[in-house]
């Protein structure tokens, strides 16, 4: 089952959301943060933070959208995206995945189709979904 709560989106036991509208990362149901961007490269000038560490995780947030009478808070969708708080996922030309911050309107990561990825560019202003219009997500009885 995949849920959305306030800037989060959980799919199985992963949680993939905005911690703070400038951190946005993926965590485990048992605790362990996967990986972290970061979106203020003039403080890091590496904006993932990859590896299992137990800080910045989605665990403890509320679920809005569990009450039944509210829609999912800060998750939109547009072509080829997700938007969650101000972190976008999605396909920018079919050949790129990327992340981005919509704040900063820059790429902190991007996988490419043939198995590598990178952000020895990143932050960078290139490969990015950010431009593309969104709608607000809802929810749908079952």
């Known amino acids: 089952r ?8 959980q799919i199985g036991k992963f949680r993939l959301g ?6 946005f990362s993926i965590s485990h149901s048992n605790g362990k943060t996967l990986v972290i961007y970061r979106s203020d490269s003039a403080n890091d000038p590496h904006p993932v933070h990859e590896g299992a560490r137990w ?15 509210m829609s999912p808070m800060g998750v939109s969708f547009g072509d080829r995206f997700i938007q969650i708080g101000n972190f976008r996922l ?3 030309d079919g050949k790129h995945f990327s992340v ?5 309107g820059k790429t902190l990561m991007v996988f490419q189709s043939d198995g590598n990825h990178g ?9 990015t979904t ?13």
């Open 90 to 92: 999605g396909d920018v």
């Open 100 to 104: 981005a911050h919509a704040g900063t």
């Open 18 to 23: 905005d911690v703070d509208g400038k951190h």
């Open 55 to 69: 800080d910045w995780g989605l665990w403890g947030k509320t679920w809005p959208s569990r009450n039944p009478e």
């Open 119 to 127: 952000h020895h560019h990143c932050p960078a202003d290139d490969f």
């Open 2 to 9: 995949v849920h959305f709560g306030d800037r989060v989106v």
């Open 130 to 142: 950010l431009g593309r219009s969104m709608e607000q997500c809802q929810e749908m009885e079952p």
